[in-house]
């Protein structure tokens, strides 16, 4: 796992972390695979918030691929 791939997730991750947290939710990154896949783990709310998909697929996922464009795929093990 690239140190310096998740440093770049979790920069990205601070400009949406407080909309999740608004909503008694977070997120952790787990890892960075070697495919470039980000496995997160959804924490608080939004681990079982019914809208979790749609948070990950629009929110979460285009704010790290925008960022880190090198990222292939976001994963939630939980959702």
Not at 4 to 24: F, H, N, T, W
Not at 25 to 34: A, H, K
Not at 54 to 77: L, S
């Amino acid at each position: 796992m690239s140190k310096e791939l998740v440093d770049k997730v979790e920069e990205a991750l601070k400009s949406i972390r407080p909309y999740l947290e608004a909503d008694g939710g977070d997120v952790e990154v787990l890892e960075v695979t070697d495919e470039k896949t980000v496995m997160l783990q959804l924490k608080g709310a939004c681990s079982t918030c019914s809208m979790s998909h749609m948070t990950m697929k629009a929110g979460i996922e285009e704010t790290i691929k925008r960022a880190v464009p090198e990222i292939k795929a976001v994963q939630a093990i939980n959702s």
